[in-house]
């Protein structure tokens, strides 16, 4: 069974849709996050979220909103997308913030966007 | 800020070689370390870990050493095999961090030659 599992893998859309990715983890995490990876293979984070706080990167778009159904599952939701948009959108899940720091996190094998 | 530097690649060396990748650091508070490894088309893998000074973490022939007195953690190998070949990231996370987010490193990709 995938730990960390995100929908779609691929997904090629046209500049101005809205479009959203799944993320899903049955490791009993509590919290969950979303990472960007640029062409350059750049590393940055989206978003953290637990059931309590939701935690954002302030250099990231509002257009980029995360949505939380349960604690297993953190969606990403893009409106309005534009040709920079174009990445590998990866989900993270670590079990609590302080066990997070000393196990680190499980990723999924990420959703790669191609805006056109 | 913290941030991560990590040592730009690709660096390309033939099996059986030693293998040494640096990774450097600066954090507002005391971090844990991590190397991660991504293979192509696939997403990152924990790799080790260290949480405190001195501590060595190794997995999978890797090893890195916690080093406070020099912000360090370089990744070492002493015999790299084809296998290996993939981008390695050096990250960091520390208390307090808002959210307890991982801050990466840019990457360094490996390319092993039988």
């Known amino acids: 069974d995938t730990a960390v599992s995100q929908t779609p893998k691929y997904l090629v859309t046209q500049m101005g849709n809205d479009k959203s990715i799944k993320c899903e983890q049955n490791?009993?995490?509590?919290?969950m996050y979303w990472y960007k990876q640029d062409s350059k293979k750049f590393l940055k984070i989206m978003f953290s979220?637990?059931?309590?706080?939701?935690?954002i990167n302030e250099t990231v778009p509002n257009r980029f909103s995360p949505k939380s159904p349960d604690k297993a599952h953190l969606n990403l939701h893009i409106n309005s997308l534009e040709l920079g948009d174009s990445a590998v959108y990866f989900c993270?899940?670590?079990?609590?913030?302080?066990?997070?720091?000393?196990?680190?996190?499980?990723f999924g094998s990420g959703t790669r966007l191609t805006v056109v | 800020g913290d941030s991560v530097t990590q040592m730009e690649g690709p660096v390309t060396l033939s099996e059986e070689a030693f293998l040494t990748i640096n990774c450097t650091y600066t954090?507002?508070?005391?971090?844990?370390l991590f190397w991660y490894v991504q293979y192509p088309g696939e997403g990152l893998q924990l790799l080790l870990k260290?949480?405190?000074?001195?501590d060595k973490g190794s997995n999978k022939g890797f090893e890195a050493t916690y080093r406070k007195e020099t912000t360090s953690f370089h990744l070492e190998k002493g015999s790299v095999q084809v296998s290996d070949s993939a981008v390695y990231f050096c990250?960091?996370?520390?208390?307090?961090?808002?959210?307890?987010?991982?801050?990466f490193g840019g990457g360094t990709r490996l390319m092993v030659k039988p």
């Open positions: 979220y637990n059931n309590k706080e939701l935690i």
């Open positions: 260290a949480t405190k000074a001195d």
């Open positions: 490791l009993g995490h509590d919290t």
């Open positions: 990250a960091l996370t520390v208390p307090n961090n808002a959210g307890n987010m991982l801050t």
């Open positions: 993270a899940s670590s079990q609590a913030p302080t066990t997070g720091r000393l196990y680190g996190y499980t």
């Open positions: 954090a507002t508070g005391y971090p844990s």
